[in-house]
């Protein structure tokens, strides 16, 4: 995930976004052309329903005028039985016409088709009154001679007959034989008009916006009936009209107004309100996905970004689940142990780091942590880790729950530092801080030199004297037994007195024990009195030395706190000698205070001396190293003092001795249980 490269990330993101897109026109696509084929397929849908209804419609009509010609036939059947009867036959005739508005005329005609009798229609002027009936022959004749090839009902071809109006009359005739017995004994003719035809029979069931017609074979219109065209569409639909002797076709037109209807149907309809309701859904989802994928990529770069912390920390970081195996380890983990990722995890104890002689101690470590009996300390705590390769390095752990997304404790993570170099440094400059105060020791010690001499000078002279003394008592012939006595033991006292005065300086140098230990502030001050008054003498500094009772004892390095003491108390005297003051003193006080945090005990001791104070250009620098103001001094002693008290957690600090030299203090922590 790191290492991909930018340019080449940004060109994917660009890439995704451009197949998004493609596939969101895609989408669009797809549902225009579903809704376009959906239009489509209801509007021919709709057309073939129109279709199967105008069909609908003119065989319907054809029945019609099949039955209506039929029972015409029967009713010109039941005219020709009364026969001869010309009387009777008129009014018959003229009934018919009346109620039969598709005849225009109807004749009675002899076996060689002469007229007997005629009858014209009420409805209209005598259809042949302008150019005859003659020319109308040939129909008749043509009709007749078909009736009487079949012996029943035949018609003529259509006519058009021109009318006074100025429009005409597509005419049909229908002959009828009369045969009685085997012999012919005449025809009735009637005159079918063709438009009348249609409008008597169809027209009362037919639509405002249908047309039917009789035509031709060839399309030619022989008559019509119904409106002229109305609307853009139109449905057509034909039967063959066949009757004996004529053949016609009767076609019907229908017209639609317009396409059908957008929403000709509700299926169209419902399909339509879904695909809008799945394209917004789609939307809403396809929103959610790119705001998912943002969010993603958030997560991402988070991820990656705390990745890089990882693995650019120097810290190890180390998780365990609860039952203590290996979750997680950074690179710096395995850098310091040097085991690889694979090695470690889901290692549970003893890990492969934990040096096996410790292997128990850490278990049970584990285990009380695994239980939460304890929190880890937040400081951390130091153990030991061992490399692959075998060696050991102390390392400092530092644990923390580790809580997951619903806050649930998962198991515990744990930053390790290898604390090895730190630790070497410590020992290093350990071992110089130490080496540093044995030569401010020494230094002290050769400062003292004199001092020892003379102060050796008085049990060495005394001894010498008495050694004289005894001498001169033996070389008498009886020597007093109990002077010889006396002056030995003051010998031996003398050369115990010696002898004391070399050790202190022999401890002194010599102490080197580290521990820390109670020790009680008399103890502390009695420890470097010798020494201190051995100076005193020299420069007659009167001591004082102040002390409570029941001071609670310190906790400290003894030798340390014995040198910090020698060393000011040396300072103090050398400062009045220096200054040539007339009467030298020296006040050594201990005090106990409850000062500090938490009421915590401390030991208060103070040097003060009433010498010359310290100068003002002096003061900054008093406790810098290798500062000093004298001839032949080395500069060290308070910087080490500072450093000692600070060690032990307490402070070293100076004031000036009211009205005349320097007080210095410094504290130290009380041992609480332990009092002197
Ligand atoms: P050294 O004693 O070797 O000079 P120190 O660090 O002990 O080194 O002292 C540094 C300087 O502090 C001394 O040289 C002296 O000038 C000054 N000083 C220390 N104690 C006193 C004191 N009690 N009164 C006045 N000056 C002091």
């Not at 709709?46 to 029967?74: F, Y």
């Not at 049909?172 to 004994?185: F, I, Q, T």
């Not at 939460?372 to 951390?380: D, L, S, V």
């Amino acid at each position: 995930m790191t290492a991909v490269p930018r340019s080449f990330r940004s060109g994917l993101r660009r890439l995704s976004s451009w197949r998004g897109w493609s596939l969101w026109v895609l989408l669009g696509v797809i549902v225009v052309a579903l809704l376009v084929t959906l239009v489509y397929l209801a509007a021919r849908y709709e057309a073939s329903v129109a279709q199967a209804n105008v069909e609908r419609d003119v065989a319907d009509a054809l029945s019609d005028i099949r039955s209506a010609m039929t029972r015409n036939v029967q009713e010109l059947q039941a005219l020709q039985s009364g026969r001869a009867d010309l009387d009777r036959w008129q009014p018959e005739a003229e009934r018919l016409l009346r109620e039969h508005r598709d005849w225009v005329r109807l004749e009675r005609r002899g076996p060689g088709l002469e007229l007997v009798a005629e009858a014209d229609t009420p409805y209209r002027p005598p259809v042949f009154a302008r150019l005859g009936r003659a020319n109308s022959l040939p129909e008749i004749q043509q009709a007749c001679a078909g009736a009487r090839r079949i012996s029943g009902h035949a018609y003529a071809r259509s006519h058009f007959v021109p009318q006074p109006d100025g429009l005409g009359l597509e005419l049909m005739e229908l002959c009828l034989p009369h045969v009685e017995a085997g012999r012919l004994l005449g025809f009735v003719v009637a005159t079918y008009s063709l438009t009348d035809l249609l409008a008597t029979h169809i027209g009362p069931q037919m639509g405002r916006s249908q047309e039917i017609s009789f035509t031709e074979a060839d399309g030619t219109r022989l008559a019509i009936h119904g409106l002229a065209r109305r609307g853009r569409r139109v449905f057509t639909a034909q039967q063959l009209l066949d009757l004996p002797g004529n053949t016609m076709v009767l076609r019907m037109d229908s017209w639609r107004r317009s396409e059908p209807d957008l929403f000709p149907n509700v299926l169209t309809a419902l399909v339509t309100v879904m695909s809008i309701a799945l394209v917004t859904v789609l939307f809403t989802l396809g929103h959610d996905t790119r705001r998912r994928l943002r969010a993603e990529q958030d997560l991402a770069d988070a991820l990656a970004f705390r990745k890089a912390m990882e693995d650019s920390l120097v810290t190890g970081l180390r998780a365990r689940d609860l039952q203590g195996h290996t979750t997680y380890v950074n690179p710096a983990f395995c850098q310091m142990v040097g085991f690889s990722p694979e090695e470690l995890l889901g290692q549970g104890s003893p890990a492969p780091y934990w040096p096996p002689e410790r292997a128990d101690e850490y278990r049970q470590r584990q285990q009380v942590r695994l239980a939460g009996r304890n929190a880890p300390p937040r400081e951390g705590f130091e153990s030991v880790f061992m490399h692959k390769d075998g060696t050991r390095f102390p390392v400092l752990i530092i644990e923390a729950p580790l809580i997951n997304a619903q806050g649930l404790q998962t198991g515990w993570m744990s930053a390790v530092l290898d604390i090895s170099e730190q630790r070497r440094v410590e020992e290093l400059s350990r071992a110089s801080q130490e080496r540093l105060q044995a030569t401010a020791r020494l230094a002290t010690v050769g400062e003292m030199a004199s001092l020892l001499s003379h102060e050796l000078n008085q049990p060495l002279a005394a001894i010498a004297s008495y050694a004289h003394g005894s001498m001169n008592l033996l070389q008498q012939n009886a020597p007093p037994a109990v002077e010889l006595r006396l002056a030995m033991a003051r010998i031996a006292e003398q050369a115990d007195r010696a002898g004391r005065v070399i050790k202190s300086v022999h401890d002194f140098v010599r102490r080197r024990d580290q521990a820390r230990e109670p020790v009680s502030a008399r103890e502390l001050v009695d420890a470097v009195l010798p020494l201190v008054n051995l100076q005193a003498r020299k420069l007659r500094v009167r001591v004082e030395i102040r002390m409570a009772d029941g001071l609670p004892s310190v906790l400290c390095d003894r030798t340390m706190v014995e040198q910090v003491l020698l060393n000011l108390a040396r300072n103090a005297m050398q400062a009045m000698d220096d200054a040539h003051v007339a009467e030298p003193e020296l006040v050594l006080e201990v005090r106990a205070t409850t000062a500090g945090e938490g009421g915590r005990r401390w030991l208060a001791f103070s040097v003060a001396d009433v010498g010359p104070g310290v100068a003002e250009e002096v003061k900054g620098q008093l406790f810098t190293p290798f500062f000093t103001t004298k001839v032949e001094g080395m500069g060290l002693g308070l910087s080490l003092c500072r450093t000692v008290v600070e060690q032990h957690g307490g402070s070293l600090v100076f004031e000036p001795n009211l009205p005349q030299g320097t007080i210095f203090r410094f504290t130290l922590p009380a041992q609480p249980d332990l009092k002197a």
